[in-house]
């Protein structure tokens, strides 16, 4: 079992910035493959970027490619996902999840998940 604790969202103006963190415990997040994903209200959950274990592949979403930025910690039992240039079409809650035996960009594959964290961008 792998818990994820997602913190760092919150109000930012339009071309803001923001840090969110996943924190892991339970098991090494080292062994996971781990993503990014958000849901804004009404919407399917979404794919934001994606990391593999050792950190050196990331992979974006096109609606965030060059503004956001995903890296890990594996020492830390940490992912971050680092947003610059904020947009409010951003508002969502973020989720970090984790996946042990595949790299994807499909949510149902992943096998853990945090409880999410809200992130606003106002205009």
């Known amino acids: 079992q792998v818990q994820l604790v997602e913190s760092g969202g919150g109000l930012v103006q339009a071309g803001g910035s923001l840090r969110l963190s996943c924190a892991a415990s339970?098991?090494?997040?080292?062994?996971?493959?781990m993503g990014w994903f958000r849901q804004a209200p009404g919407k399917e959950r979404e794919f934001v970027a994606r990391?593999?274990?050792?950190?050196?592949?990331?992979t974006y979403a096109d609606s965030v490619k060059g503004r956001f930025t995903i890296s890990r910690d594996n020492a830390k039992n940490t992912v971050y996902l680092q947003m610059n240039g904020l947009r409010p079409e951003d508002t969502a809650v973020y989720y970090c999840?984790?996946?042990?035996?595949?790299?994807?960009?499909?949510?149902?594959?992943?096998?853990?998940w945090g409880q999410g964290t809200q992130v606003t961008v106002s205009s």
């Open positions: 339970g098991r090494t997040v080292s062994n996971y493959n």
């Open positions: 999840a984790a996946a042990l035996s595949i790299w994807t960009t499909q949510a149902r594959w992943y096998d853990y």
């Open positions: 990391i593999i274990r050792s950190g050196i592949v990331t």
